[in-house]
């Protein structure tokens, strides 16, 4: 089946510095979704997208759907260590969602 | 409200048994899905519902079987285990199709399989 490419797989950074992730699609899309998933726990909704080029911010959280609408940005910025978790992109093209393979971050004190 | 729950948390099946995942969810959500999410695969979607009555397949569907006879109710049926099928399933639900944070999709707190 379809996945998206999300990239990276996973990161370790320093409490305080900057996240970027993204993904990527052959297919295009008419909504954008980024989920953060905590251990044990099922994925939540962090940010929606629904038009090309919208940017749109949730706390320290800012998310772009692509121009192309075959990708999207995520980028945390001030990282603190309740950010830990995997991060998934997912996609919908008709009424079914498609999910990024997620990047799990890590974030030392 | 509960939110989405399933049932059980974990369970170990020998190959060729068959079980019910049972999910509900109390929010009157007309779309429900099932999703299993195995290490560096991500989530794929096994099974959805747009209502009750009507089911349809998603990426993954073969060994399950899904009815949805209820607006609350969404069992996914293990046929006959397979050890391929060891995993972990999410049972989710929104008021839509537009998994939008207006209509968010809430996921249940999953359910882990080991198929032995």
């Known amino acids: 089946g379809q996945q998206l490419n999300q990239s990276p797989q996973s990161m370790f950074i320093q409490e305080g510095e900057d996240v970027s992730m993204n993904c990527t699609s052959s297919?295009?899309?008419?909504?954008w979704l980024w989920y953060k998933q905590d251990p044990g726990e099922g994925p939540v909704l962090l940010i929606a997208?629904?038009?090309?080029?919208e940017l749109t911010s949730n706390g320290r959280l800012t998310a772009q759907f692509g121009i192309t609408r075959k990708d999207s940005f995520l980028n945390i910025s001030a990282s603190i260590p309740s950010d830990v978790g995997i991060y998934f992109c997912?996609?919908?093209?008709?009424?079914?969602?498609?999910f990024g393979t997620g990047t799990r971050l890590q974030v030392f004190p | 409200n509960a939110g989405v729950t399933q049932t059980p948390k974990f369970q170990v099946l020998k190959t060729g048994q068959s079980m019910t995942l049972q999910c509900a969810q109390d929010m009157n959500h007309e779309y429900m899905s099932w999703y299993r999410q195995d290490p560096g695969m991500g989530l794929r979607l096994i099974h959805y519902s747009v209502g009750a009555g009507i089911t349809d397949q998603g990426e993954v569907p073969n060994g399950y079987n899904v009815s949805r006879s209820t607006t609350e109710d969404f069992p996914l049926r293990l046929l006959s285990a397979a050890p391929s099928q060891t995993s972990v399933y999410f049972c989710?639900?929104?008021?839509?199709?537009?998994?939008?944070?207006?209509?968010?999709?809430?996921f249940g707190p999953g359910t882990r399989l080991l198929v032995l």
């Open positions: 997208l629904y038009k090309a080029g």
């Open positions: 297919s295009i899309f008419n909504t």
């Open positions: 997912a996609g919908r093209p008709t009424h079914k969602l498609i």
């Open positions: 989710a639900s929104s008021y839509s199709i537009r998994f939008g944070v207006q209509e968010t999709q809430y």
